[in-house]
């Protein structure tokens, strides 16, 4: 089975707060995508879901999600880091 955890995670804004969210997987990446995403379903977004459903499914590294996903964050604007937390 394809280790879906991200060797760095990706910080994203949450909710209206301002809050911060820390996602460290790519299931965690996907129940973003589908739950918490604030902008429109655009194709960034549905090739970010898509690239999860990959790496879930074991056929594409987790990376290539992370990538994916970090393109769409930037597209909505809930983007906050992709570094290592200090």
Same mark, same amino acid.
């Given at each position: 089975?394809?280790?879906?955890?991200?060797?760095?995670? !990706?910080? !994203?804004?949450?909710?209206?707060?301002?809050?911060?969210?820390?996602?460290?997987? !790519?299931?965690?990446?996907?129940?973003?995508?589908?739950?918490?995403? $604030?902008?429109?379903?655009? $194709?960034?977004?549905?090739?970010?879901?898509? @690239?999860?459903?990959?790496?879930?499914?074991?056929?594409? $590294?987790?990376?290539?999600?992370?990538? @994916?996903?970090?393109?769409?964050?930037?597209? !909505?604007?809930?983007?906050?880091?992709?570094?290592? $937390? @200090?």
């Amino acid at each position: 089975m394809e280790n879906n955890r991200f060797d760095t995670p !990706v910080t !994203v804004k949450a909710g209206d707060t301002g809050d911060s969210q820390l996602l460290r997987t !790519v299931r965690e990446t996907s129940d973003y995508l589908m739950n918490s995403w $604030p902008g429109k379903k655009s $194709p960034k977004h549905r090739a970010a879901l898509q @690239a999860c459903h990959d790496a879930i499914a074991g056929d594409k $590294p987790a990376m290539n999600a992370r990538r @994916a996903f970090i393109a769409a964050a930037r597209e !909505v604007n809930v983007f906050i880091s992709d570094k290592a $937390p @200090a």
